[in-house]
């Protein structure tokens, strides 16, 4: 039967079947051409096969009529479009409801997103658009085509329409799974798919259909009985029956289904009570066609094709459940194969492609989760593939740690193959209802903390104390992105959740899972609160969680600290780790951790990155304020500083060692210990302020550091990651905190749209210490600083020679449960440590001001603490033991603690021997060594002392102290005073340390005598800050004074200060005078600070101690006593002090007034050049004019190699630097006065108008076929394409120092960085650096041009004939020399600038053409210049020129032009004038084929005369050439004009013109039009004039005027030139013109062509005024002129009018005009074929000066091995292109063989590029850039405005 059905062909039978399907017999009939057709042993690629498909499918129609059909019945509510990686499509966050939404271009641009946060993207792993889901997206953002409420009325298709389909599509799925079963071995995979597009483009076909097929595909793929029957063996055995002794088909089918379902792993370890879990079944069972399909996708790793087809039906509601049933199926067995595969990338995102499409829908989500346990097998499948990568961890003890972390280095986490799985788990727990279930399962929270487990103290830093690491690991990079995808994020989703009072059972039922686990790891690693110091890890995802929900659960829910029973063992464990890592960022700040290598310092900058901070630092940090305010105050304080290592240092004995830091480093962990300090105590994060105070103050801290991009804030702002979208208040604050800089174009570059901190900013927001904490460079912390500094003193804040402390915020508000972290502020431990401090600040001048701000800081913030319940006063001895510092003070409260006097301090002798002097010295040199070469680039928890500079080296107490080298102790008073001490010097010797100082010092005897407690030791002097201060006074303790006993190897350190005496006497240090401190009573003015408070050491101190007096009246009291000592005690030194400190002001305001002076020079110095620079410009015209009445002298030239000054001699020639290029600038400028708009859609087309290249082009190619080529190529001009044209920066070389200095560069081989092709002559030039390629000799000889520039009264006949003479006679060849050597080189580089192409325009090889292109590289300069001065001479102000080379250049042409080329002027001045007297050489002309006159461009005669004529050229001579040939222009401009004419106006004036002749040979307008109309008639160049497209330029009637203005326009461009000819030959300055109107007149007084009789200046002058003939009679001149041009245009009339009717007004080059709004040119090209391939470019480019399309980087349209872009920049600009890259949006610019991305023409609404469109939002054109690119490209300039050239090698 179905060889029957085959004979009837591929039309006959499919509507033969169709007619018989609804029949039994048809079916089987059906069934059985099936079954041959679709033979599993016939290869499943055969063509044939699948178009009977398609037209059995068709049921009779073709296939395309069939799909049509079926397409209108699709009732599909959503779009479904599936696309793969790098397609472009939408995110709305206004219409998201999932994070994960997106919709394709055509969806996005028919809805309304107006005014929404969207952004275009292109996908990574491939989407689906989701147009239509309600789960998904807002219905307001739907298309006019999807949604549920879309206009269309559902219809159903009728019943014959799909009965072929539901009959055949079965089979075809069948056939498809067949043939993946029989491949499948891994080695066959691609081989199958590959084999199976065919099929596989059929399946997409028909979902191509839309809904109606979609119901087809899905009862196919869903129903179990259909499945059955097809798989059943015995079914398939009849039909395919096997020989005999072999097994049938579908037994080996079947074995290979078998044998793949049980290769396929699933995670081992599976819980027992989880094991019947559909996902984690051991055995799989397939149902339907779709479960086998998606096993089959598994198996073979999603295939592409295979992914784009099971997501193309998603649309069917039907489909989604089942497929997403399918897909939960198979979860487990998808993570294991992540593990196992070789292309973890590929795979991730093709799994990703398919689950973000089916769990972004919470109702299905929620379904699947309760149905089939989601999070169950997500959970376990997650723990699968980290519980194969662990390792024993060997945090503290190894042998006594039974932890297991995982193993960074595996390929897991290399790979990041969990990612798929940990991405689907965020997206399921962004769902309310799956979290909820999360969150109430015990099960589940537990697995997912024993998951966390295995991350806590993974990649484990070990460091290095005896040589650096010889291999640094990368491992890091995997530890840190892990902790941040597989642990914050989904720890962000959860905490999401748990906002508001109602889901407080869910955070403390996950606190608790939490603890418990924290316990369990403390318990595992056997941990201290010691650990051990040479180890970190920066990863503790299980304490973060802890701080993270913990601090959420007290702000938001109103939790209570006591709820969660948190003991004190517990929290001395948890503060453990956290602490270790603030301890660790210090030390690898000061550089303990160097021979770590550098991935250290990578850990510690990422762990502060704005990425991470959220999930790292700041939870770190809140862990410690949490255990400050639970743990006892003092533990907590004298816990910090072990761990920092600094208790050694805060002793008071003479002697001391520290066994854990180098001197060096004691200071800086000091710094870094008060800092964290401080931040415990004044950060907010998570202590209870708002989102949105947070947000502000990263926001500040950002601005502060540097003004930033939009772009840059919304990446530098911390997020918290799995959380997408900017913060919803981000721009209201960023509006309030600082003000929007416009982008500008600067001398360095292009500048983006910025913001910067407003005022208020400085003055109340910023914050130090959050700084500190956000800054991942050093940089960023002292930019911030010195911002500051410069904000207060530009505002007359801060008036001081040095800088301002930084303006620590003041104590603010946080949430009630956390107030008792505050207690620190009052506990004594504190109190004491911060004594010792201030006491060796002002004994130690070595210890800088950062430890003192901090410690002052530390004391205001705890004075404006409220008090805390007090304690009992408790005793305290008068002698206190050195370091038990809780045992200082008699309370924990600060006021009455500052005024406690300190009297002795027992401290324990040091017995080991000191090191000597010299041994000093040399530590100390070496730690100044080690501390440059240490120096981070880096900080994390940075010390404070980078606001104030930088710390200097510091020594330990040993080398500073005064220790009396026999080391006896001397008897002395018991007040302090120094001994052999050193000069002070200045207020800056605190922070100088690049020495050290011992003095002697003198001991306190055995019997000490005690002051009273009322007694201080005054104030010291400033001769008193020395060193000899670092050790106070000791004595022994072979005594026991009362309540302290007999402590063996002790002494005693007189001490008698209290911190307010401290304070007095440091704020006398810092003012550099005694007793500057008066308290508020002793002073007539109030001190209290209202405003912003700003200032140095002793402003802030005073603050403090003013506060301090009045707040308490003990305080103040003593203050007084204190301040009246001082008085008392220094009034006997007063005047010597006096005097001292009156010499030390003097020598300071020396010193100041010769800075001063020193800079004031250096700034007239540096005036006085700019001046002289500009005196060189614009003074050109002075030093003109002294040379013509001055004496002859040699101008000299300054060489920038040698420095040398010299003429330039024959012999020794000096040449300007200059940069030879090929340009097509002037080609593009066109007659059209608008300009042309870039396509942006099909029905716009573009036109140029009549560019000047193609007109000239024409106009030569016209002449070359009716004329002589020798004639031809001297009546035009060529390089309006390609033209050479010269350029420099005004420097002069030396000719040998420019060889010489070619020679080094390539011997140096600099140009190899440079990107110099010095092979070919490119240098930079030695002073300016600007791209130079040649150097132009300097000829001009300014003695013998000056003579030769005064002109001669004398009348034109005459000069006409003396210039005959001079054409007549042969010119001398000079001799050669050095210098006509270098102009024949400079020749040379000129003819090799530009392409060949563009300088041969004859057949053969004749002196026309190079004399052609000679004077064509005059005129180039000459237009160029021209349109850089705006297309006229029109001057709107008086700013000088750019230095010009075009003078020496004509001297170069001139010569080569009369020695070379050689061709005879004087038959073409006899053709000009008609005064010729040799009759011979006449005749011989005739017989030529000459152009006619009236057919020359009369600028290019004046560059023939003006180049090969003698040089100096007579100014005089010069005149009567311009006259000559203005003659002809006006006799052309009057043939020009008579065509325009109408037939009856061109009447009237011919008539008219013969009335008005008078005896002058009718000199008049009408007269001349009248004579040259009546001589031009007889030659039919007036025949259908009227009808001639855009000739006439008006029907009205021609007024003389209308004549007149038409003549000057015609003209114009013409004295323009001559104009700019005369300033460049004569040196005449141009003159001043300020109106367009005015022009022509100002040009031909300047010209010399308006005679004594004519108007001058002021009055009018018309153009025939200024008409002068050489002959003496004119109209004979006329005649022959006109006769020439009648004797062509008889032979040829419409040719020889277009030849006449040649219009010399070019509008100024433009770029085409682009659209205001990019997404139009994206759209646009992106999907448009290139004209060349006609295919879809990979990465598209649009001329912006044709608007041609190209390929960048493209093979495809490769011509004779140059790519398109290159081929198109010499075609379209002589080697210069500007490209837009559509896929970028970035201008590519190519130069010859470089190329650079100079930047985007397009900004956002924020001012802000954005290059590769990686942010997506709409851009919006920059007019000002695009300006800036046009003037560049006119300019030529853009060589020197683009610094990063690179060479494209061909390959762009």
């Given at each position: 039967?179905?060889?029957?059905?085959?004979n009837l062909?591929?039309?006959?039978?499919?509507?033969?079947?169709?007619a018989?399907?609804?029949r039994?017999?048809?079916q089987?009939?059906?069934?059985?051409?099936?079954?041959n057709?679709?033979?599993?042993?016939?290869?499943?690629?055969?063509?044939?096969?699948?178009?009977?498909?398609?037209?059995?499918?068709?049921?009779?129609?073709?296939?395309n009529?069939?799909?049509?059909?079926?397409?209108?019945y699709?009732?599909?509510t959503?779009?479904?479009?599936?696309?793969?990686?790098?397609?472009?499509?939408?995110?709305?966050?206004?219409?998201?409801?999932?994070?994960?939404m997106?919709?394709?271009?055509?969806c996005?641009?028919g809805?309304?997103?107006s005014?929404?946060?969207?952004?275009m993207?292109?996908?990574?792993?491939?989407?689906a658009?989701?147009?239509?889901?309600?789960?998904?997206?807002q219905?307001?953002?739907f298309?006019s085509?999807?949604?549920?409420?879309?206009?269309?009325?559902?219809?159903?298709?009728?019943?014959?329409?799909?009965?072929?389909?539901?009959?055949?599509v079965?089979?075809l799925?069948?056939?498809?799974?067949?043939?993946l079963?029989?491949?499948?071995?891994?080695?066959a995979?691609?081989?199958?798919?590959?084999?199976?597009?065919?099929?596989l483009?059929?399946?997409?076909?028909l979902?191509k259909?839309g809904g109606?097929?979609?119901?087809?595909?899905?009862?196919?793929l869903?129903?179990?009985q259909l499945?059955?029957n097809?798989?059943?063996?015995?079914?398939?055995?009849?039909?395919y029956?096997?020989?005999?002794?072999?097994r049938?088909?579908?037994?080996?089918?079947?074995?290979?289904?078998?044998?793949?379902?049980?290769?396929?792993?699933?995670?081992?370890?599976?819980?027992?009570?989880?094991?019947?879990?559909?996902?984690?079944?051991?055995e799989?069972?397939?149902?339907?066609?779709l479960?086998?399909?998606?096993?089959?996708a598994?198996?073979?790793?999603?295939?592409q094709?295979?992914?784009?087809?099971?997501?193309?039906?998603?649309?069917?509601?039907?489909?989604?459940?089942?497929?997403?049933?399918?897909?939960?199926?198979?979860?487990?067995?998808i993570?294991v194969a992540?593990?196992d595969t070789?292309h973890?990338?590929?795979?991730?995102?093709?799994?990703v492609?398919?689950?973000?499409q089916?769990f972004?829908?919470e109702?299905?989500?929620?379904?699947?989760?309760?149905?089939?346990?989601?999070?169950?097998?997500?959970?376990?499948?997650?723990?699968?593939m980290?519980?194969?990568?662990?390792?024993?961890?060997?945090?503290g003890?190894?042998?006594?740690?039974?932890?297991?972390v995982?193993?960074?280095?595996?390929r897991?986490?290399?790979?990041?193959?969990?990612?798929?799985?940990?991405?689907?788990?965020?997206?399921?727990?962004?769902?309310?209802?799956?979290?909820?279930?999360?969150?109430?399962?015990?099960?589940?929270l537990?697995?997912w903390?024993?998951?966390?487990?295995?991350?806590?103290?993974?990649n484990l830093?070990?460091?290095?104390?005896?040589?650096?690491?010889?291999?640094?690991?990368?491992?890091?990079?995997?530890?840190?992105?892990?902790?941040?995808e597989?642990?914050?994020?989904?720890?962000?989703?959860?905490?999401?959740?748990?906002?508001?009072?109602?889901?407080?059972?869910?955070?403390?039922?996950?606190?608790?899972?939490?603890?418990?686990h924290?316990?369990?790891?403390f318990?595992?690693l056997?941990?201290?609160?010691?650990p051990?110091?040479?180890?970190?890890s920066?990863?503790?995802?299980?304490?973060?969680?802890?701080a993270?929900?913990f601090?959420?659960?007290?702000?938001?829910q109103?939790?209570?600290?006591?709820?969660f029973?948190?003991?004190?063992?517990?929290?001395?464990?948890?503060?453990?780790h956290?602490?270790?890592?603030q301890?660790?960022?210090?030390?690898?700040?000061?550089?303990?951790?160097?021979?770590?290598?550098?991935?250290?310092r990578?850990?510690?900058?990422?762990?502060?990155?704005?990425?991470?901070?959220n999930?790292?630092?700041?939870?770190?940090l809140?862990?410690?304020?949490?255990?400050?305010?639970?743990?006892?105050p003092?533990?907590?304080?004298?816990?910090?500083?072990?761990?920092?290592?600094i208790?050694?240092?805060?002793t008071?004995?003479?002697?001391?060692?520290?066994?854990?830091?180098?001197?060096?480093?004691?200071i800086?962990?000091?710094?870094g210990?008060?800092?964290?300090?401080?931040?415990l105590?004044?950060?907010?994060?998570?202590l209870?302020?708002?989102?949105?105070?947070?947000?502000?103050?990263?926001?500040?801290?950002?601005?502060?550091a540097?003004?930033?991009?939009h772009?840059?804030?919304?990446?530098?702002v911390?997020?918290k990651?799995?959380?997408?979208?900017?913060?919803?208040?981000f721009?209201?604050?960023?509006?309030?905190?600082?003000?929007?800089?416009?982008p500008?174009?600067?001398?360095?570059g292009?500048q983006?749209?910025?913001?910067?901190?407003?005022?208020?900013?400085?003055?109340?927001?910023y914050?130090?210490?959050?700084?500190?904490?956000?800054a991942?460079?050093?940089?960023?912390?002292?930019?911030?600083?010195?911002?500051?500094?410069?904000?207060?003193?530009?505002?007359?804040k801060?008036?001081?020679?040095?800088?301002?402390?930084?303006p620590?915020?003041?104590?603010?508000?946080?949430h009630?449960?956390?107030t008792?972290?505050?207690?620190?502020?009052?506990?004594?431990?504190?109190?004491?440590?911060?004594?010792t401090i201030?006491y060796?600040?002002?004994?130690?001048?070595?210890?800088?001001e950062?430890?003192?701000?901090?410690?002052?800081?530390?004391?205001?913030?705890?004075?404006?603490?409220?008090?805390?319940?007090?304690?009992?006063?408790?005793?305290?001895?008068?002698?206190?033991?050195?370091?038990?510092?809780?045992?200082w003070?008699?309370?924990?409260?600060?006021l009455?603690?500052l005024?406690?006097?300190?009297k002795?301090?027992i401290?324990?002798?040091?017995?080991?021997?000191?090191?000597t002097?010299?041994?000093n010295?040399?530590?100390?040199?070496?730690?100044?060594?080690?501390?440059?070469?240490?120096?981070?680039?880096?900080?994390?928890?940075?010390?404070a002392?980078?606001?104030a500079?930088g710390?200097?080296?510091?020594?330990?107490?040993v080398?500073?102290g005064n220790?009396?080298?026999?080391?006896?102790?001397?008897?002395?008073?018991?007040?302090?005073q120094?001994?052999?001490?050193?000069d002070?010097?200045?207020?800056?010797?605190?922070?100088?340390?690049?020495?050290?100082?011992?003095a002697?010092?003198s001991t306190?005897?055995?019997?000490?005598?005690?002051?009273?407690?009322?007694?201080?030791?005054?104030?010291?002097t400033p001769?008193?800050?020395?060193?000899?201060?670092?050790?106070?006074?000791?004595?022994?303790?072979?005594?026991t004074?009362?309540?302290?006993?007999?402590?063996?190897?002790?002494?005693?350190?007189?001490?008698?200060?209290?911190?307010?005496?401290?304070?007095?006497?440091?704020?006398?240090?810092?003012?550099?005078?005694?007793?500057?401190?008066?308290?508020?009573?002793?002073?007539?003015?109030?001190s209290?600070?209202?405003?912003?408070?700003?200032?140095?050491?002793?402003?802030?101190?005073?603050?403090?101690l003013?506060k301090?007096s009045?707040?308490?009246?003990e305080?103040?009291k003593?203050?007084?006593?204190?301040?009246?000592?001082?008085?008392?005690?220094d009034?006997?030194?007063?005047?010597e002090?006096?005097?001292?400190s009156?010499?030390?002001?003097?020598?300071?305001?020396?010193?100041?007034?010769?800075?001063?002076?020193?800079?004031?020079r250096?700034?007239k110095f540096?005036e006085q050049?700019?001046?002289?620079?500009?005196?060189d410009e614009c003074?050109?015209s002075?030093?003109a004019?002294?040379?013509v009445?001055?004496?002859?002298?040699?101008?000299?030239?300054?060489?920038?190699i040698?420095?040398q000054?010299?003429?330039?001699?024959?012999?020794?020639?000096?040449g300007?630097?200059v940069?030879?290029?090929a340009?097509?600038v002037?080609?593009?400028?066109?007659?059209?006065?608008?300009?042309?708009?870039?396509?942006?859609?099909?029905?716009?087309?573009?036109?140029?108008?009549?560019?000047?290249?193609?007109?000239h082009?024409?106009?030569?190619?016209?002449l070359?076929?009716?004329?002589?080529?020798?004639?031809?190529?001297?009546?035009?001009?060529?390089g309006?394409?390609?033209?050479?044209?010269?350029?420099?920066?005004?420097?002069?070389?030396h000719l040998?120092?420019?060889?010489?200095?070619?020679?080094?560069l390539r011997?140096?081989?600099i140009?190899?960085?440079q990107?110099l092709?010095?092979?070919?002559?490119?240098?930079?030039c030695?002073?300016c650096?600007?791209?130079?390629?040649?150097?132009?000799p300097?000829t001009?000889?300014?003695?013998?041009?000056s003579?030769?520039?005064?002109?001669v009264?004398?009348?034109?006949?005459?000069?006409s004939?003396?210039?005959?003479?001079?054409?007549?006679?042969?010119?001398?060849?000079?001799?050669?020399?050095?210098l006509t050597?270098?102009m024949?080189?400079v020749?040379?580089?000129?003819?090799?600038?530009?392409?060949?192409k563009?300088t041969?325009?004859?057949?053969?090889q004749?002196?026309?053409?190079?004399?052609?292109?000679?004077?064509?590289?005059?005129?180039?300069?000459?237009?160029l210049?021209?349109v850089?001065?705006g297309?006229n001479?029109v001057s709107?102000s008086?700013t000088?020129?750019?230095?010009?080379c075009?003078?020496?250049?004509?001297?170069?042409?001139?010569?080569?032009c009369?020695?070379?080329?050689?061709?005879?002027?004087?038959?073409?001045?006899?053709?000009?004038?008609q005064?010729?007297?040799?009759?011979?050489?006449?005749?011989l002309?005739?017989?030529?084929?000459?152009?006619?006159?009236l057919?020359?461009?009369?600028?290019?005669?004046?560059l023939?005369?003006?180049?090969s004529?003698?040089?100096?050229?007579?100014?005089e001579?010069?005149?009567?050439?311009?006259?000559?040939?203005?003659?002809?222009?006006?006799?052309?401009?009057?043939?020009?004009?008579?065509?325009?004419?109408?037939?009856?106006?061109?009447?009237?004036?011919?008539?008219?013109?013969?009335?008005?002749?008078?005896?002058?040979h009718?000199?008049?307008?009408?007269?001349l039009?009248?004579?040259v109309?009546t001589?031009?008639s007889?030659?039919?160049?007036?025949?259908?004039?009227?009808?001639?497209p855009g000739i006439a330029?008006?029907?009205?009637?021609?007024?003389?005027?209308s004549?007149?203005?038409?003549?000057?326009?015609?003209?114009?461009?013409?004295?323009?030139?001559?104009?700019?000819l005369?300033?460049?030959?004569?040196?005449?300055?141009?003159?001043?013109?300020?109106?367009?109107?005015?022009?022509?007149?100002?040009?031909?007084?300047?010209?010399?062509?308006?005679?004594?009789?004519?108007?001058?200046?002021?009055?009018?002058?018309?153009?025939?005024?200024?008409l002068q003939?050489?002959?003496?009679?004119?109209?004979?001149?006329?005649?022959?002129?006109?006769?020439?041009?009648a004797?062509?245009?008889?032979?040829?009339?419409?040719?020889?009018?277009?030849?006449?009717?040649?219009?010399?007004?070019?509008?100024?080059?433009?770029?085409?005009?682009?659209?205001?709004?990019?997404?139009?040119?994206f759209?646009?090209?992106?999907?448009?074929?290139?004209?060349?391939?006609?295919?879809?470019?990979?990465?598209?480019?649009?001329?912006?000066?044709?608007?041609?399309?190209?390929?960048?980087?493209?093979?495809?349209?490769?011509?004779?091995?140059i790519l398109?872009?290159?081929?198109?920049?010499?075609?379209?600009?002589?080697?210069?292109?500007?490209?837009?890259?559509?896929?970028?949006?970035?201008?590519?610019?190519?130069?010859?063989?470089?190329?650079?991305a100079?930047?985007?023409?397009y900004?956002?609404?924020h001012g802000e590029?954005?290059?590769?469109?990686?942010?997506?939002?709409?851009?919006?054109?920059?007019?000002?850039?695009?300006?800036?690119?046009?003037?560049?490209?006119?300019?030529?300039?853009?060589?020197?405005?683009?610094?990063?050239?690179?060479?494209?090698h061909?390959?762009?």
């Amino acid at each position: 039967m179905a060889e029957m059905l085959l004979n009837l062909g591929k039309n006959g039978a499919p509507s033969y079947l169709k007619a018989q399907i609804t029949r039994s017999r048809g079916q089987q009939q059906l069934s059985d051409l099936l079954d041959n057709l679709l033979d599993p042993q016939k290869p499943l690629e055969n063509w044939d096969t699948l178009d009977w498909c398609r037209h059995l499918l068709a049921g009779g129609t073709t296939f395309n009529e069939f799909a049509k059909t079926v397409r209108v019945y699709d009732n599909a509510t959503t779009c479904g479009l599936v696309w793969t990686a790098n397609f472009v499509a939408y995110r709305c966050r206004t219409c998201g409801i999932s994070p994960c939404m997106s919709l394709c271009s055509d969806c996005f641009q028919g809805g309304d997103h107006s005014g929404h946060d969207f952004n275009m993207f292109r996908s990574q792993a491939g989407g689906a658009c989701d147009c239509g889901d309600i789960s998904v997206m807002q219905a307001a953002g739907f298309c006019s085509r999807h949604g549920p409420e879309r206009p269309v009325r559902f219809q159903q298709p009728p019943n014959e329409l799909l009965i072929m389909a539901e009959n055949i599509v079965p089979r075809l799925l069948l056939r498809f799974i067949q043939h993946l079963r029989d491949n499948c071995k891994p080695e066959a995979y691609l081989g199958a798919i590959q084999e199976a597009e065919g099929m596989l483009e059929l399946l997409h076909d028909l979902c191509k259909m839309g809904g109606a097929m979609h119901g087809v595909l899905t009862t196919a793929l869903t129903n179990p009985q259909l499945y059955k029957n097809l798989t059943d063996i015995s079914n398939t055995s009849k039909k395919y029956k096997a020989e005999k002794g072999k097994r049938s088909y579908a037994e080996m089918n079947r074995e290979c289904y078998l044998a793949a379902l049980e290769s396929m792993q699933i995670p081992k370890n599976i819980p027992r009570h989880l094991k019947d879990c559909t996902g984690l079944q051991a055995e799989l069972e397939h149902k339907t066609l779709l479960e086998e399909l998606v096993f089959w996708a598994v198996k073979y790793e999603f295939p592409q094709k295979m992914v784009t087809l099971l997501l193309n039906m998603l649309p069917f509601n039907d489909y989604k459940e089942p497929f997403t049933r399918a897909f939960v199926q198979h979860y487990s067995r998808i993570s294991v194969a992540l593990t196992d595969t070789e292309h973890p990338e590929t795979l991730s995102n093709r799994v990703v492609h398919i689950s973000v499409q089916l769990f972004s829908n919470e109702n299905l989500a929620t379904k699947v989760t309760d149905e089939m346990q989601l999070l169950h097998v997500m959970v376990i499948s997650l723990l699968n593939m980290i519980e194969d990568i662990l390792i024993p961890s060997t945090i503290g003890e190894p042998d006594q740690n039974f932890h297991m972390v995982v193993n960074c280095a595996h390929r897991t986490l290399v790979f990041n193959c969990y990612w798929p799985v940990v991405s689907d788990l965020i997206n399921v727990l962004s769902h309310k209802q799956v979290a909820e279930r999360f969150l109430k399962d015990q099960t589940l929270l537990k697995y997912w903390m024993v998951f966390l487990s295995y991350f806590a103290g993974m990649n484990l830093n070990i460091r290095e104390l005896s040589q650096h690491v010889e291999f640094e690991p990368n491992t890091y990079y995997a530890a840190f992105s892990t902790e941040l995808e597989a642990c914050a994020a989904p720890m962000w989703q959860m905490a999401s959740h748990c906002k508001t009072k109602e889901t407080l059972p869910l955070s403390k039922s996950l606190l608790q899972v939490c603890k418990n686990h924290l316990q369990d790891w403390f318990d595992a690693l056997n941990i201290s609160d010691c650990p051990n110091p040479y180890q970190i890890s920066y990863h503790l995802p299980l304490h973060r969680y802890f701080a993270v929900l913990f601090s959420q659960a007290v702000r938001k829910q109103d939790a209570k600290i006591h709820d969660f029973d948190l003991t004190e063992d517990f929290l001395q464990k948890l503060m453990v780790h956290p602490l270790a890592i603030q301890v660790a960022n210090c030390e690898i700040h000061c550089g303990m951790w160097a021979r770590n290598g550098l991935q250290i310092r990578g850990q510690a900058m990422t762990y502060a990155q704005s990425h991470f901070c959220n999930s790292m630092i700041d939870p770190d940090l809140f862990l410690l304020q949490l255990c400050g305010s639970q743990l006892d105050p003092d533990y907590f304080t004298s816990k910090i500083f072990e761990r920092f290592c600094i208790m050694d240092w805060l002793t008071f004995a003479p002697k001391y060692k520290n066994s854990h830091l180098e001197a060096d480093r004691e200071i800086p962990m000091l710094e870094g210990a008060l800092t964290l300090f401080a931040m415990l105590l004044n950060n907010r994060q998570l202590l209870g302020i708002s989102d949105k105070e947070v947000l502000q103050a990263e926001i500040v801290t950002q601005l502060c550091a540097r003004d930033r991009t939009h772009s840059q804030l919304i990446d530098l702002v911390p997020d918290k990651t799995g959380l997408t979208g900017p913060e919803k208040d981000f721009e209201t604050i960023l509006k309030q905190v600082s003000d929007y800089k416009e982008p500008v174009f600067e001398a360095g570059g292009m500048q983006q749209g910025m913001y910067t901190p407003k005022s208020e900013v400085w003055e109340k927001h910023y914050d130090p210490l959050h700084s500190i904490l956000r800054a991942v460079h050093k940089r960023d912390i002292q930019s911030a600083m010195d911002r500051y500094t410069a904000f207060v003193k530009n505002a007359n804040k801060f008036s001081g020679s040095g800088s301002p402390w930084p303006p620590f915020q003041p104590l603010k508000i946080i949430h009630r449960e956390f107030t008792s972290l505050r207690r620190v502020l009052h506990c004594r431990t504190l109190h004491g440590i911060l004594f010792t401090i201030l006491y060796k600040a002002l004994h130690n001048k070595s210890v800088p001001e950062p430890p003192i701000y901090m410690a002052l800081n530390l004391l205001d913030m705890a004075v404006d603490c409220p008090s805390f319940p007090l304690r009992k006063k408790t005793e305290v001895l008068d002698r206190v033991l050195d370091k038990q510092f809780k045992d200082w003070f008699p309370m924990s409260y600060v006021l009455p603690n500052l005024s406690h006097t300190i009297k002795e301090v027992i401290v324990p002798k040091l017995l080991q021997p000191t090191r000597t002097s010299v041994e000093n010295a040399t530590a100390n040199a070496d730690q100044l060594l080690n501390s440059l070469l240490n120096d981070e680039v880096f900080v994390l928890l940075s010390p404070a002392g980078l606001l104030a500079g930088g710390a200097g080296i510091v020594t330990d107490a040993v080398t500073q102290g005064n220790i009396n080298p026999q080391g006896t102790h001397t008897q002395g008073n018991a007040t302090h005073q120094g001994s052999n001490l050193a000069d002070y010097t200045s207020d800056d010797d605190s922070m100088d340390t690049s020495e050290t100082e011992t003095a002697s010092h003198s001991t306190a005897s055995s019997t000490a005598t005690h002051a009273p407690p009322s007694m201080h030791t005054p104030a010291p002097t400033p001769a008193q800050y020395s060193d000899s201060g670092a050790i106070p006074k000791t004595s022994n303790n072979s005594f026991t004074s009362s309540g302290t006993s007999h402590l063996p190897n002790t002494e005693v350190v007189q001490v008698n200060e209290s911190i307010l005496s401290l304070l007095v006497k440091l704020h006398s240090r810092l003012c550099g005078k005694e007793n500057s401190y008066k308290p508020p009573s002793k002073r007539s003015t109030d001190s209290k600070v209202t405003g912003m408070k700003v200032g140095d050491g002793p402003y802030y101190i005073k603050l403090f101690l003013d506060k301090v007096s009045r707040l308490s009246s003990e305080a103040n009291k003593l203050l007084e006593e204190i301040c009246h000592v001082n008085e008392t005690t220094d009034d006997g030194d007063d005047s010597e002090q006096n005097s001292i400190s009156e010499r030390r002001r003097k020598a300071r305001e020396r010193q100041q007034k010769l800075l001063a002076q020193f800079a004031s020079r250096q700034k007239k110095f540096m005036e006085q050049a700019l001046e002289s620079d500009v005196m060189d410009e614009c003074g050109s015209s002075e030093e003109a004019k002294v040379k013509v009445t001055s004496k002859p002298t040699i101008e000299e030239y300054d060489c920038v190699i040698c420095g040398q000054s010299s003429p330039s001699t024959e012999a020794n020639p000096m040449g300007m630097v200059v940069l030879l290029q090929a340009t097509s600038v002037l080609g593009h400028r066109s007659q059209n006065p608008e300009s042309c708009h870039l396509p942006v859609s099909d029905g716009m087309t573009l036109y140029q108008g009549n560019l000047c290249s193609a007109v000239h082009d024409v106009r030569l190619s016209t002449l070359q076929k009716y004329f002589d080529d020798a004639s031809c190529l001297q009546a035009v001009s060529i390089g309006w394409e390609g033209g050479v044209h010269t350029q420099t920066c005004g420097h002069y070389l030396h000719l040998h120092c420019h060889k010489s200095y070619l020679q080094s560069l390539r011997t140096e081989q600099i140009h190899m960085t440079q990107n110099l092709a010095v092979e070919k002559g490119e240098f930079t030039c030695p002073l300016c650096r600007q791209l130079s390629n040649a150097v132009l000799p300097c000829t001009r000889q300014s003695t013998a041009m000056s003579q030769a520039m005064v002109p001669v009264e004398t009348d034109m006949e005459t000069v006409s004939k003396q210039l005959a003479s001079i054409m007549n006679t042969s010119q001398t060849i000079p001799t050669s020399s050095a210098l006509t050597k270098a102009m024949s080189c400079v020749m040379e580089d000129i003819t090799n600038a530009t392409y060949p192409k563009f300088t041969n325009y004859c057949k053969t090889q004749c002196p026309e053409n190079l004399f052609l292109f000679i004077y064509s590289v005059a005129r180039t300069n000459l237009e160029l210049e021209l349109v850089k001065r705006g297309g006229n001479l029109v001057s709107t102000s008086r700013t000088p020129q750019k230095r010009s080379c075009i003078g020496s250049l004509l001297d170069v042409l001139g010569m080569h032009c009369r020695i070379v080329v050689k061709l005879p002027l004087l038959p073409r001045w006899s053709r000009l004038t008609q005064i010729y007297g040799n009759k011979d050489k006449k005749s011989l002309m005739t017989d030529k084929k000459e152009v006619p006159l009236l057919y020359h461009d009369v600028t290019s005669m004046l560059l023939q005369f003006v180049l090969s004529l003698p040089q100096p050229l007579p100014k005089e001579h010069y005149i009567c050439i311009v006259k000559t040939l203005y003659s002809l222009l006006y006799i052309q401009s009057l043939a020009i004009i008579s065509c325009r004419f109408p037939e009856g106006e061109r009447i009237a004036w011919q008539e008219n013109g013969n009335r008005l002749k008078t005896e002058s040979h009718g000199m008049t307008l009408e007269g001349l039009m009248s004579h040259v109309i009546t001589l031009l008639s007889p030659s039919w160049l007036y025949l259908d004039a009227d009808m001639l497209p855009g000739i006439a330029i008006c029907q009205s009637v021609w007024s003389p005027q209308s004549v007149e203005n038409a003549i000057q326009e015609q003209c114009l461009p013409f004295l323009r030139i001559a104009a700019l000819l005369q300033h460049f030959i004569f040196q005449d300055d141009l003159p001043p013109c300020q109106n367009v109107d005015l022009e022509f007149e100002v040009l031909v007084n300047y010209l010399g062509l308006v005679g004594k009789d004519l108007p001058t200046k002021g009055q009018t002058v018309y153009s025939l005024r200024c008409l002068q003939f050489v002959h003496s009679d004119p109209n004979t001149v006329i005649k022959v002129w006109c006769e020439e041009l009648a004797r062509f245009v008889k032979k040829l009339q419409q040719t020889g009018k277009n030849l006449l009717l040649y219009n010399p007004t070019f509008y100024a080059p433009r770029l085409l005009e682009l659209p205001q709004n990019y997404d139009k040119i994206f759209q646009y090209y992106r999907k448009r074929q290139c004209h060349v391939c006609c295919q879809v470019p990979k990465d598209p480019a649009v001329c912006l000066v044709c608007g041609a399309m190209v390929c960048l980087k493209s093979e495809c349209c490769r011509q004779q091995s140059i790519l398109e872009s290159v081929q198109h920049a010499i075609n379209c600009g002589a080697g210069t292109a500007l490209y837009l890259g559509v896929n970028s949006s970035t201008v590519i610019i190519v130069r010859g063989q470089r190329a650079c991305a100079w930047g985007s023409l397009y900004l956002d609404s924020h001012g802000e590029e954005d290059r590769d469109l990686r942010r997506g939002k709409p851009l919006h054109l920059s007019r000002e850039r695009f300006q800036v690119l046009e003037q560049l490209w006119k300019t030529l300039s853009i060589d020197h405005s683009c610094k990063r050239w690179m060479w494209h090698h061909n390959r762009l």
